[in-house]
């Protein structure tokens, strides 16, 4: 068993006095020590870390409660020292009167978006889900950068396809020489999709965005791996101990397969992760994480 370095934890023992009815020389009362709290225990599925950038849930997490996120805040974003306008670039055709980029955004890419979709329904036809698209918009109103948050069951060609669509949207150059335009995006059944719910779903549904919320020092791991020569496809499944602040105490790995070091810079990133306090005062969560999976594997 691969075990990331402990914080220490003070545990306190509660003892208890007992009379011995022997020498009291009282009656006898039954007594029964009531059960404390059961703690959460919640598991999330398999968050994918790819090099590319990409990373997405093998499932996507339960709705929790209404108007609840669903994917992470997403960073702020400082544009590449000098972009200028390419030579030759079509004029934007972004902003109609009365309309936001965002609002641009979503129109524009409705198509294509299922498009890329329907693409991904070849190899299956059963898969639903959701992502975030985040475009980054630099001074010239050119998509200099196009990232992807909360994404669950969608398959890797498949945002990497609604990716691409993003960042060859044209805007207008924005005011403050910078803008992030998130188009969210949900595929479901016809009907809705079917969950079953339980009532540590608005707790699992957060602790999805907190994991993802971990992926930048995730991907620093990964980098670092991946400059130092090692192998870059591993996997692990952390079981993590919660206390009652939503501090993440330990991350053990077990069971695990791939380059130690890598694994364990991951449990380090995820002992630093802040979840919701845990209903009965601790609570634990178990997660696999998989790094650069293999095509055909996911």
Known sequence: MLRSVRRSVAVALASAAACALASCGADSHS??????????????????VNGDGIDRFA?????????????PMVPDWTPPGSISDDAGAPPSTTE???????????????????????????????????VAIVLRVGPNGRVAKAESFGACELQHDVLACMRDVGKALRFDPPPSG???????????????????????????????????????????????????????????????????RGAVTSANIDPYHGDQELLGCAAEVLQRMKLAPPDGGKGKLLARITFNPRAGTR
């Open 59 to 71: 499932s996507c997490p339960p709705p929790g409660e209404l108007g609840q996120d669903w994917y």
């Open 96 to 130: 109609q009167r009365g309309r936001t980029p965002t609002e641009r955004a979503i129109e524009d890419t409705r198509a294509p978006f299922r498009s890329c979709y329907h693409r991904g329904l070849v190899h299956d036809p059963t898969q639903y889900g959701h």
């Open 178 to 244: 910078k803008d992030t335009v998130v188009i969210p995006v949900v595929f479901e059944p016809r009907g809705g999709a079917d969950s079953l719910s339980s009532h540590n779903d608005d707790y699992t549904a957060q602790a999805y965005v907190a994991l993802e919320g971990m992926s930048a020092e995730l991907h620093d791991c990964e980098s670092r791996a991946r400059h130092a020569g090692k192998d870059v496809e591993a996997w692990g499944v952390y079981d993590m101990a919660i206390d009652a």
């Open 31 to 48: 007594t029964t020590t009531p059960e404390g709290p059961r703690g959460t225990s919640i598991e999330v599925a398999d968050f994918e």
